[in-house]
């Protein structure tokens, strides 16, 4: 790797949540190689070196709670990589809500105050997030509810809304980064933006082959890299979304997916080719 200096990474402080695996690990690692001190939240014990690592359940409020304000004592912190995510088929529809998006709203939330002025935050959402424009108005009743336990409450009342989970909190996540931003902004010049991958060789993927179908994955078209993306390659826009490069970029939520979502919208990919009519997702 040559000198990536200029990306202004290099003695900073980053906190990744996910970063024991998959996108999240691979962030966690390259942020490490760029001079970064990285602390890592998650579920598991993280397989690469970092500052610091905190077992953490972001279903569960309390947890998340604590782990923030354990966060925040770190000192100030540059930059937050919400990278941690779940299919629905794993934990159900109701845990893969609060996972992928309350939790990880709350989380950074509470983070906050210890983020620095001018700082930046970049997080993962889905090309599944795809249809968020049209539930927009359901995205936006939820969205303003901000108490973690009352949104949950939300979901549990509301199942038909909620969906399979996943591609709900992939939209809620895309329209929380897009009308968030602007009050971050304003306030406190930290920049929000959020990418939206395709399938990616991940554990996560190798863990929706039964659901999805091998058929799916291997008729989805890459128009880019004619196969499926590494986490590694997933990575890397993020870090690059999050620099102090994009100063003027906020906001912006970044289809990192080989062009399926543009070319679905213009007609230059036709969906009924992809086996099974079944969305795409990463």
């Known amino acids: 790797m040559g000198n990536l200096d200029g990306l202004g990474y290099r003695g900073t402080t980053a906190i990744v949540t996910g970063g024991s695996s998959?996108?999240?690990?691979?962030?966690?690692?390259?942020?490490?190689?760029?001079?970064?001190?990285?602390?890592i939240v998650d579920i598991v014990d993280p397989k690469i070196p970092c500052a610091g690592f905190h077992?953490?359940?972001l279903?569960?409020?309390?947890?998340?709670?604590?782990?923030?304000?354990?966060?925040?004592?770190?000192?100030?912190?540059?930059?937050?990589?919400?990278?941690?995510?779940?299919?629905?088929h794993a934990v159900g529809a109701l845990k893969c809500m609060l996972i992928n998006y309350v939790g990880a709203r709350q989380f950074i939330e509470e983070v906050l105050p210890a983020v620095k002025d001018g700082g930046g935050i970049a997080l993962i959402s889905s090309d599944a997030c795809l249809s968020w424009q049209k539930n927009l108005a359901q995205n936006l009743e939820l969205l303003a509810i901000g108490d973690p336990r009352e949104a949950r409450k939300w979901c549990e009342a509301n199942p038909d809304k909620l969906r399979d989970g996943y591609?709900?909190?992939?939209e809620m996540l895309a329209v929380w980064v897009q009308k968030f931003s602007i009050?971050?902004?304003m306030k406190r010049r930290i920049r929000l933006n959020a990418t939206a991958p395709c399938p990616t060789k991940t554990a996560f993927m190798e863990a929706s082959v039964d659901v999805l179908g091998q058929d799916f994955l291997d008729n989805f078209p890459y128009p880019v890299l004619h196969r499926m993306a590494t986490a590694e390659e997933q990575a890397w826009p993020l870090i690059l979304l999050n620099s102090p490069l994009n100063a003027v970029v906020t906001g912006a939520l970044l289809y990192t997916d080989q062009g399926f979502v543009?070319?679905?919208f213009t007609g230059a990919i036709n969906s009924s080719a992809m086996s099974g009519g079944k969305k795409a997702g990463a």
């Open 59 to 88: 279903s569960d409020p309390d947890q998340v709670s604590a782990t923030a304000q354990a966060l925040r004592g770190i000192g100030p912190i540059d930059f937050l990589f919400p990278c941690a995510g779940v299919p629905p």
């Open 183 to 185: 009050e971050l902004g």
């Open 167 to 170: 591609t709900t909190s992939k």
């Open 55 to 57: 077992k953490a359940d």
């Open 22 to 39: 998959g996108m999240g690990e691979a962030v966690a690692r390259i942020l490490g190689e760029l001079g970064a001190s990285v602390h």
């Open 262 to 264: 543009s070319g679905l």
